[in-house]
C-alpha cells in the first residue's frame, strides 16, 4: 500500500517508536484498541506479516515479568490483541479475497511470522513466555473461525506448530539449565530453537558426555548407564505429548535443580534412587552412540587435564574413554586421538625433549616442576605409549563409523534433536592426515626408552632421526628406521637395566 507508512528498516532505531505504540497492551484488557486505532492510520493494519515481526520485537524488549503477567488470569491485553488481528485476518478474507487468499489467512490464523521469531529468539524463558501467549491466542481465535469456515481451518491444526515449538522449547531450557549455559564448546552459538533444528550447529553427543562426567568419570559406570536408559520405560521425550505429564515436568524440573548436580570436576555419583535424571534420560536414542559419547569424554577431560596437568587421573580416564572411542576402528576414534596426541600430549614430550620454551602452548612456570616430579613423569609417559598404541592399531585397520549414515538419517524416534552426525568430530574426521606406521613406531620406542631411562641424550645420539620428532607433522612423515645393534642401543639397554 503506497499510502502505508512504515518504520526505519533499522531495529535498533525504530525500537522507541514500537514501544510507544504497543505501551498500552501493558495496561488494562480495554486500551488495546488505541493500539488498533494508531495501526490503522498509519495504513498497516492489514500488513499481518510486520505486524506480527513489530509486536514480536516489542515483546522480545520486555522484562520477563511483563510477559509473565499475560500468560494467566482473565486480563490479559495482549493475547487479546493477536485474538483480534487473527479474526480481522478472516474478516479480510471473506470480503476481500483477493486482498487476503486463503492460504495467506492460514498463515495468519497460525501467527507465523511470529512462530518464525520465537524460533530464533535466544532468551529462552522469554521465548517461552511468548510462545504461551501466542499458542493462547491462536486457540481461542482459531476455535472461532473453524466453525465459521465449518472445518476448512482447524483449532487443532493451527496451534499444532506452536504446541511442537513449545516442547522444543523445553529441551532446549533442560539442556540449557542442566549444563548451567554450556551448551556450545566454542561460545559463538547461541541456543535457540532454530539454531539446534539445524545440523552441524550443535553436539548433542558432547552435551551428554559433559552431562555424563557430572556424575562419573568412571567409563564402566556411564556405559552401564546408557545401556540401561536405552531399555528404560521410564525415559520420555520431552519434545512430544509425553513431557506434557505432569509426572514428567516434575522430573524435568528436579534435573534441572543446582542442588542435586555434581560437576565435571567433582562428580555427584550415580545412584539407583538419584532425584535429577541426566540428559540421557530424555535423549535415551543416543545410549547406543557409546564410542561418540567415549570420544567426547575424552576430548572434555583432555582438555580439564590441561588446566590442571598435575591431576593424573583426568588424563587416565580421558585414555580410558579413549580405549572405548577406538574399540570399532572408526574414523572419529582415529581422529579423536590425534586431536588429543597433537594438541595435549605431543607438545609436553616436545618440551621435555628439546626444552620448556619450543612449546608455545605450555605454561614454563607449571611444567618445569611437574617435570621434575619422576612419578608425574612416569604416568605421563605411560599414557602418552598407550595413546601412541592405539594410534599404531587404528592405523592397521579398515576404518569405519560405529552407526552408518541411513541409521542416522532413517531414525524413527520422535526424539528432538535427532540422532545425527556429530559437527565435533565431523571436524576432526576432516583434518584426518594418513599416519605413518614407521613414524608411530619411532616415536613409541622413544617415549618407551625415555620412561625407561630419562637419558635424553643418549636417545639422541641412538636414534638419527631424533630431532625430527614430536614436531606437528612428525607423525605424518616417514621415518627412517633406527640402526640395529649400534653402540648407543647397547648403552642404553643397559642402563634401562640398571635403572
Known sequence: DNDAVYFTPVKRDRAPVIARIFRPLLRDLFVFKVVNSILTHLGIDSDFDTLQLYFGEWLRSLPADAIKA?????????????HDMILNAHQRNRHNPEELDDASLEKVVKLESLLKFCNEIED?????????????AVSTASLQIEEKTYGKITQIDSIRPWETLLRRLRVCLLVSLRLSGEVDSGGFNPMTVSSVSK??????YAWIAKDELTLSHENQVLMAMETAYMSSSEAFYPSTADGDATAHKKAMLQSCSNSQRGSLRSPSGLTSDSLSPPLLFYLKDHGRCTTRLAAHRALILVGLWGQTPDNMLLLR???ESLQIAQENANQFGLATLLEIWQSRIR?????????LGIADELSHEVFSSLIEDRVW??????????VLGMILECTSKNLTQDISDEDLVSDKSEMWPP????????????KLRPVKSSSVML???????????HDIDSIASAVPSFTSLFSVGSLFSEMPPIPKESNEQRGLIEQAIVD
Open 70 to 82: 499475560n500468560m494467566s488470569g482473565n486480563w490479559r491485553p495482549m493475547v487479546r490483541w493477536l
Open 124 to 136: 529462552l524463558p522469554k521465548a517461552f513466555f511468548i510462545a504461551v501467549i501466542c499458542i493462547d
Open 199 to 204: 545440523p552441524g550447529t550443535f553436539s548433542t
Open 317 to 319: 580416564r580421558c585414555v
Open 347 to 355: 607438545p609436553v614430550f616436545q618440551s621435555l625433549m628439546f626444552g
Open 377 to 386: 613423569l612416569s604416568e605421563f609417559t605411560f599414557h602418552a605409549r598407550t
Open 419 to 430: 540422532l545425527r552426525e556429530c559437527p565435533i568430530l565431523s571436524a576432526l574426521v576432516s
Open 443 to 453: 616415536h613409541h620406542i622413544v617415549a618407551f626408552t625415555f620412561e625407561m631411562t
